[in-house]
């Protein structure tokens, strides 16, 4: 979950993202995060999800971790951030509406 950030900061992680090259997503409802996450991250196509091996999995792995990643609210700006340089691990990050309506009330 994100943690309070001033507008600068959030300014600064929006703008270093693009310059990196992340892809950052924009996720509408709960149907586009499953899908995304699903398919760019576990790279499983959604079709293939409606086999019975593969519903088994996906209740017992998949749903759980949906679960774990879901942002708090929607409509939301998802982005990957790197937390270990050497493992590559990533940590998926969130900035929300309201956060977006601050940044843009302090530039106006």
């Given at each position: 979950m994100m943690t309070f950030l001033t507008n600068a900061a959030m300014c600064r992680i929006?703008?270093?993202?693009?310059?990196?090259?992340?892809?950052?997503?924009?996720l509408k409802n709960e149907?586009?995060?499953?899908?995304?996450i699903i398919e760019d991250h576990f790279l499983i196509p959604m079709?293939?999800?409606d086999g019975n091996k593969m519903l088994?999995?996906?209740?017992?792995?998949?749903s759980p971790t949906l679960n774990l990643l879901r942002p708090r609210e929607f409509p939301c700006l998802a982005?990957?951030?790197s937390t270990n340089r050497v493992t590559n691990n990533q940590e998926i990050k969130y900035i929300y509406q309201g956060e977006f309506e601050s940044i843009i009330a302090s530039l106006s």
């Open positions: 929006i703008l270093l993202a693009a310059e990196q090259g992340k892809i950052m997503k924009t149907d586009e995060y499953r899908r995304w079709d293939q999800i088994q999995i996906y209740e017992r792995d998949i982005y990957c951030e």
